[in-house]
């Protein structure tokens, strides 16, 4: 007898769905329970299994092909030579077809496939089939590249659409950086954070003086401040580099991220080769960035490829700030300064990978000394 | 180009009041002679933010180099600014 095995509905607002893995072929046997099938809609992948022990007789549809929910995805049979009644084209029954059948993709590589948008093609495969292993192996390979590579891939997927109802909104810029830094900073640094508390007496008195000799307009202590920090990982290069595939990676050009809240913005602004410009080079580059910020005029790279960061939330009187470690970093200052407290905290965010709590703590010592 | 010094001083104290209140700071009380940056009621980002609001409101584009106590140090001095940098456009 011949039984009919049914394309299975995989949520309730689609009719059809994709065929994309046929795992079997006319003629084999399967058991109750093997995966003769995977099908695939927009929200998710479901594996078709069969239901008993049976002969495949007759496969009724093919991969990518689009299969209507309820049809005959194929026939089983007790035996070889049972007799099906449907006359449907039967796409995939010669031997050609077959071995075709064989080298397409499991399931789930083809997910990944399609989550990283990658073209099949350029993946090596090790064995008969394309498997997950063989695209996680590309993948760890093509990351290998260069770090900015490994930044730029897209944040992890929330596959699951909220119960609650709503609608997706599309990101800004700054909100899908936003998301590749956070998922960068979970999933790949090891996070610490230290901080230390300071007299700003000496800090604000010696900022003071150079805003008077240089008749500025701003405070120039935050980018003094800055401006040490470069000047340390100038000294110290593994304040300037980051950890890609287990290996250490080195930055040449110091370049500084800094903190700029502009409206509802927050942006990373970035001085590059900051080790090259001289303390009144660097107070006019980053004050001259920071305008840009304000007026939402930056180009993509004022606010791309920091090497290492620094930030203040002084003006919003917060005692502390834990800041998240951009991408591909190993450490971000941190500064606050409660008024009316007399005291300034200097925290670090670091990735343990690469420092310890000591190589910060002499980072947080330096910086607390006003320049001689 | 001739540009209302009393408008122009009226506009750049009304925005250093609603700067200043963004930061819990009362400026009401500011002389058109007072230098902003001693005066503490805004910090830095706050005359940054001034800054930016001065260019984009009377079309100026200044350079780095522009943005200092002489020019731009007081309410009197903008204003003055303003004037000079409009009457040479």
């Given at each position: 007898?011949?039984?009919?095995?049914?394309?299975?509905?995989?949520?309730?607002?689609?009719?059809?769905?994709?065929?994309?893995?046929?795992?079997?072929?006319?003629?084999?046997?399967?058991?109750?329970?093997?995966?003769?099938?995977?099908?695939?809609?927009d929200?998710?992948?479901?594996?078709?299994?069969?239901?008993?022990?049976?002969?495949?007789?007759k496969?009724?549809?093919?991969?990518?092909?689009?299969?209507?929910?309820?049809?005959?995805?194929?026939?089983?049979?007790?035996?070889?030579?049972?007799?099906?009644?449907?006359?449907?084209?039967?796409?995939?029954?010669?031997?050609?077809?077959?071995?075709?059948?064989?080298?397409?993709?499991?399931?789930?590589?083809?997910?990944?496939?399609?989550?990283?948008?990658?073209d099949?093609?350029?993946?090596?495969?090790?064995?008969?089939?394309?498997?997950?292993?063989?695209?996680?192996?590309?993948?760890?390979?093509?990351?290998?590249?260069?770090?900015?590579?490994?930044?730029?891939?897209?944040?992890?997927?929330?596959?699951?659409?909220?119960?609650?109802?709503?609608?997706?909104?599309?990101?800004?810029?700054?909100?899908?950086?936003m998301?590749?830094t956070?998922?960068?900073?979970?999933?790949?640094?090891a996070?610490?954070?230290?901080?230390?508390?300071?007299?700003?007496?000496?800090?604000?008195?010696?900022?003071?003086?150079?805003?008077?000799?240089?008749?500025?307009?701003?405070?120039?202590?935050?980018?003094?401040?800055?401006?040490?920090?470069?000047?340390?990982?100038?000294?110290?290069?593994?304040?300037?580099?980051?950890?890609?595939?287990?290996?250490?990676?080195?930055?040449?050009?110091?370049?500084?991220?800094?903190?700029?809240?502009?409206?509802?913005?927050?942006?990373?602004?970035?001085?590059?080769?900051?080790?090259?410009?001289?303390?009144?080079?660097?107070?006019e580059?980053?004050?001259?960035?920071?305008?840009?910020?304000?007026?939402?005029?930056?180009?993509?790279?004022?606010?791309?490829?920091?090497?290492l960061?620094f930030?203040?939330?002084?003006?919003?009187?917060?005692?502390?700030?834990?800041?998240?470690?951009?991408?591909?970093?190993?450490?971000?200052?941190?500064?606050?300064?409660?008024?009316?407290?007399?005291?300034?905290?200097?925290?670090?965010?670091?990735?343990?990978?690469?420092?310890?709590?000591?190589?910060?703590?002499?980072?947080?010592?330096?910086?607390?000394?006003?320049?001689? | 180009?001739?540009?209302?010094?009393?408008?122009v001083?009226?506009?750049?104290?009304?925005?250093?009041?609603?700067?200043?209140?963004?930061?819990?700071?009362?400026?009401?009380?500011?002389?058109?002679?007072?230098?902003?940056?001693?005066?503490?009621?805004?910090?830095?980002?706050?005359?940054?933010?001034?800054?930016?609001?001065f260019?984009?409101?009377?079309?100026?584009?200044?350079?780095?180099?522009?943005?200092?106590?002489?020019?731009?140090?007081?309410?009197?001095?903008?204003?003055?600014?303003?004037?000079?940098?409009?009457?040479?456009?």
């Amino acid at each position: 007898m011949a039984y009919p095995l049914h394309t299975p509905r995989v949520n309730n607002n689609d009719d059809h769905v994709q065929i994309i893995e046929l795992s079997v072929k006319e003629g084999d046997f399967v058991k109750q329970g093997q995966v003769v099938a995977a099908v695939e809609t927009d929200k998710a992948i479901v594996e078709v299994e069969s239901d008993r022990d049976a002969y495949v007789l007759k496969i009724m549809s093919a991969v990518d092909a689009q299969a209507a929910v309820g049809s005959v995805l194929m026939w089983l049979g007790d035996s070889q030579d049972e007799k099906v009644t449907e006359t449907v084209a039967t796409p995939a029954t010669d031997k050609a077809a077959s071995n075709a059948l064989l080298q397409q993709p499991t399931a789930k590589a083809r997910a990944l496939i399609k989550k990283h948008n990658l073209d099949i093609a350029s993946i090596p495969c090790a064995g008969e089939r394309l498997g997950v292993g063989d695209v996680e192996a590309y993948l760890l390979k093509a990351g290998s590249g260069t770090p900015r590579q490994m930044a730029t891939m897209p944040a992890e997927t929330i596959d699951k659409i909220p119960e609650v109802a709503g609608s997706l909104q599309n990101l800004s810029p700054e909100g899908r950086g936003m998301v590749a830094t956070v998922s960068w900073h979970r999933d790949q640094a090891a996070h610490g954070y230290l901080e230390m508390e300071y007299d700003p007496e000496p800090w604000d008195s010696y900022a003071k003086a150079y805003a008077s000799e240089n008749k500025l307009m701003l405070s120039p202590m935050l980018p003094l401040l800055a401006y040490q920090l470069v000047r340390l990982a100038a000294e110290n290069p593994r304040l300037n580099g980051t950890i890609v595939n287990g290996q250490r990676y080195q930055y040449e050009p110091i370049n500084l991220g800094f903190t700029v809240q502009a409206d509802q913005t927050l942006y990373l602004t970035v001085i590059r080769e900051a080790q090259n410009l001289s303390p009144q080079e660097f107070i006019e580059a980053l004050g001259g960035i920071q305008r840009l910020a304000m007026a939402h005029k930056l180009k993509p790279e004022q606010m791309t490829g920091a090497t290492l960061s620094f930030s203040s939330m002084a003006r919003w009187n917060v005692s502390r700030h834990i800041p998240l470690l951009p991408p591909h970093t190993s450490i971000m200052i941190a500064h606050a300064a409660p008024r009316g407290s007399n005291r300034a905290v200097l925290g670090a965010s670091y990735d343990h990978r690469l420092l310890t709590g000591f190589d910060v703590v002499q980072v947080l010592q330096a910086l607390v000394k006003k320049p001689a | 180009m001739s540009v209302d010094n009393n408008a122009v001083k009226s506009a750049i104290r009304e925005k250093l009041i609603a700067i200043a209140s963004s930061l819990d700071a009362d400026a009401s009380g500011i002389s058109d002679e007072d230098i902003i940056p001693a005066t503490g009621l805004v910090d830095s980002a706050g005359i940054l933010e001034l800054v930016v609001w001065f260019e984009k409101t009377y079309e100026l584009t200044l350079s780095q180099e522009e943005i200092n106590i002489d020019n731009l140090g007081s309410i009197n001095a903008m204003a003055a600014f303003l004037a000079t940098k409009k009457s040479a456009a």
